[in-house]
């Protein structure tokens, strides 16, 4: 069995918990396809420190305790119901399991493999966990990234605009003077070398200044609307010949709506560190 199909199976035996849970607290008896009951007997009989045992094998009260935890991170009240439905998927999964070990996949090679990726990754999460509990992201660090992220954008304007990208000078000058002449720019476009836009006219959508080499941006945030540049614009990527069709304003959203994602872009830098402090540190061969 994958470890995708276990992970699979795992889920589909805890997928109705929340939903037994907050089922109605009725004196009728349970459905046929609810086995809440059974579990409940079988808990009954187990002593202090465990809930319930399979074929002699004992299931321990703390890892109904760990899915009722998840359970209650998720809104799902702690009562009988909840309890027994975690007991029931746990008692599920140990029936499964038993007769997997019989078959004796927990000898495969492949399998010892998952097990320690497993284990690695458990450690890890539990690491990353605690080291963040020790060192919070606050509210001034979301503040001064939220700062940097607006600045970045290069204002609060957005443009519209075509180009058209030729590889030498000389080329775009041509071009220019054909504009001149009354030549249409979208039907020009279609020499450009920018694949992505030249069967579009040269159409380059709506972007911030930010989205464009400098050289590019200066020559377009300058254009008047419907205007092109009378002198060809020397990037990186050869020479272009840019038109302005529109502008207008965007609103940036707020600190409180991006807030969420503030917190995991700097986590995110904040890992990255750590890994490169803790590589820093060891000693790979």
Known sequence: MSLR????LIVSLFATTAAWAQADKSDAAP????PAKPAAK?????????VASVNGKSIPKSRVDFFLKQQAAQGVPDNDQTRRAILDN?????????EAEKKGYARGAD?????????????????MQDHFKQ???KDDQMRAEYDKVKASRGGDKEYKARHILVDKESEAKDIIAQLKKGAKFEDLAK??????????????????????VKPFADAMTKLEKGKYTETPVQ?????????????????????????????????????????QSLRSKAKIE
């Open 5 to 8: 199909l276990a992970s699979t």
């Open 31 to 34: 459905a046929p396809s609810a």
């Open 42 to 50: 079988e808990s009954a009989k187990a002593p202090a420190g465990k």
């Open 90 to 98: 746990l008692i599920s999964q140990e029936v499964v399991a038993q």
């Open 111 to 127: 399998f010892r493999t998952q097990m320690d990726l497993t284990r690695q990754r458990l450690l890890i999460q539990a690491y």
């Open 135 to 137: 060192h919070p992201i």
């Open 191 to 212: 020499q450009s070398k920018d694949t992505g836009s030249k069967d579009r006219g040269g159409d380059l959508d709506w972007n911030t200044p930010s989205t464009f």
């Open 235 to 275: 990037s990186p990527f050869g020479w272009h010949v840019i038109q302005l069709e529109d502008v207008r304003q965007v609103s940036f959203p707020s600190f409180e709506e991006v807030k969420p994602q503030l917190m995991t872009r700097l986590q995110e830098q904040e890992v990255q560190k750590l890994v």
